[in-house]
């Protein structure tokens, strides 16, 4: 069941998983008002669209900036920064202690949510195995979430 207060615009994000972005606003000018959240990931980020996504936030639209982000702290908090001044809804970044913790630092005083992924869903035991890690997938997800509850804790 879906929750009363959540517009059925708002239950579907649209992937703008496009070349360009005069392909994204044709394709957002299809949609018109049955859609109100989109999705802006690498390809269409780095063809110029992170300044579409402050154009819908600016027209009311919800973004999610799909960019998993993963460096040192510093440079996690000056992208958060940044996307959060873009008006975007959430943003992705990868759940190791130190990027969570300044992305969430970082994004403080601004309406931008902070999703962390923990394992990406292409990988299997093999491929976490060659990077070193002695974790199966359904473990190393489990250790993020609990360093995820950890955080939480110490940031306000």
């Avoid at 708002?10 to 049955?34: C, T």
């Avoid at 460096?71 to 908090?77: L, W």
């Avoid at 994004?107 to 990406?120: E, F, N, P, Q, Y």
Wanted: proline fraction near 3%.
């Amino acid at each position: 069941m879906q929750p009363a207060n959540i517009a059925a615009s708002d239950r579907l994000i649209v992937a703008l998983d496009l070349p360009s972005v005069a392909a994204a606003e044709a394709m957002i000018a299809r949609l018109g008002e049955a859609v109100n959240f989109y999705k802006i990931g690498y390809q269409l980020g780095f063809a110029g669209g992170l300044p579409l996504a402050r154009r819908l936030a600016d027209q009311g639209k919800k973004v999610f900036v799909d960019l998993k982000l993963h460096d040192i702290g510093n440079t996690v908090a000056r992208g958060v920064e940044s996307v959060a001044a873009l008006g975007a809804t959430f943003l992705t970044v990868h759940a190791y202690p130190q990027t969570m913790k300044a992305a969430v630092e970082a994004r403080a005083g601004s309406d931008l949510k902070i999703l962390a992924v923990t394992v990406l869903t292409s990988y299997d035991d093999g491929d976490l195995h060659a990077a070193g890690y002695r974790l199966s997938v359904s473990d190393l997800v489990g250790a993020r979430a609990q360093q995820r509850r950890c955080l939480a804790s110490t940031v306000s």
